[in-house]
């Protein structure tokens, strides 16, 4: 009743109704492209790569339209790999850095980004037609596979490019006029689509046979997946919580009559400060070097190096999730130390009279600081590391009894649900805000 009463409040005012409309309208839109194939396509859908672990994440993201060959295919991974690109180099050329830190030269990288991103959506674009060629028995209707068509190469580039700007400028827009961040909701829904897939899968699972046989074998497996999916829910809602309040003083000041300051605060470190952002820079990273051979034409696919990166980027060993771990403890601490300056930190403290008990100000609380957040930022990055292994592990694990768990395994993994909770709980404060801006009940009250 309460959750029913906070949407009617919200749908009470016009602003807020407005922007919920135009976020529906715009995600629609995005869930229409996504099975609008290239004009003149046949027989072209990845079928090949539903073993493949990371496409099958990247289908999922895209909600589906990677397999089905459609306008939208490349999802927003472009966008999201020029964002990483972009990062690494305002680290590293101080021009950038500096950049960074003037709101009109914020505008500028990411003008910079949207064009990065078209000219990786353009590269990734050629890759993948290369990989389709080599994949379907048919391309269109003009072509067949394994010959090089100058039409179909160019209509095909040319139209998944375009997609990668349409979600672009879906997600700015959903941003802009709508609730939450556009990127974020893009993923989001992409995901929420899969589920329905998911749940029949599981449903299959019980009454269909399943991969286990015996009816009431599978019951038990269907009632733990269901189990540890609400398990992963939790922890990932009491980790996105998490965080240590390192507590801060502010001295008294005397100024006439009147006593100032002497107020009791604290500094909040978030356990999970990074989100969910590691884990899809991880992803995106491994992506790379798979999309390449597709270059090199499905008959050479399985020979050589090429073929050493073909099956590891599957997602089907041992060595996958422990490089997978490691790209997200690297991210998680990059991140840290790109967005989290303890130095500038200990400097506003000093600045507006502040102190830690116990520590003098400057670079005595700087360090301080600086250590408290890499200590925590371990939980966070081991905790987002076994979220994002755990469902190759499950998989690795039913493999060696030669079973295959596919989306079901992937839907109801820990990347997936704390993609989904942590967009989910940002959206639920955005909305909150603007109810307590007009003294409505929010959700979290």
Known sequence: MRFIEVLQNAFKVKDLRKKIGMTLLLIIIFRIGCFITVPGLQDAALDSLAGNGLFRFMDMLSGGAFQQVSIFSL??????????????????????????KDPDGR??????????????????????????????????????????DIFTFLLMVITFTTGTAVLMWLGEKITEVGIGNGISMIIFAGIISAGPRAAISLYDLVVGGGIFGKWYFNIFVALAIVIVFLAVIVAVVWMEGGERRIPV???KKVVGNKVYGGQSTHIPLKVNSSGVLPIIFAMSLLQFPATIVAFIGKSNATKGFAGFINSF????????????????????????????????????????????????????????????????????????????????????????FNKDLGSINLWFGGTTVLILVGVALETVRQIEAQLLMRNYRGFLD
Not at 78 to 87: F, L, V
Not at 119 to 136: D, H, P, R, T
């Open 313 to 400: 980027s599957a997602g089907n060993s041992w060595g996958y999730v422990l490089v997978y771990a490691l790209l997200i403890l690297g991210f998680t601490f990059f991140y840290n130390i790109v967005y989290f300056d303890p130095v500038d930190i200990a400097n506003n403290l000093k600045k507006n009279g502040g102190f830690i008990p116990g520590l003098r100000p400057g670079a005595p609380t700087a360090d301080f600081i600086k250590k408290s957040s890499h200590r925590i930022t371990w939980f966070g990055a081991i905790f987002l590391a076994v979220l994002a292994v755990f469902p190759t592990v499950i998989q690795l694990i039913c493999s060696i």
């Open 75 to 100: 999802g927003i991974s472009p966008y999201i790999n020029a964002s990483i690109i972009m990062q690494l180099l305002t680290v590293a050329i101080p021009y950038l850095e500096k950049k960074q």
């Open 107 to 148: 505008k500028q990288i990411s003008q910079w980004t949207r064009y990065a991103a078209i000219a990786l959506g353009l590269l990734q674009s050629v890759m993948l037609y290369f990989n389709i060629n080599g994949e379907a028995t048919t391309i269109n209707l003009f072509a067949t596979a394994g010959k090089f």
């Open 249 to 251: 003083q502010y001295a």
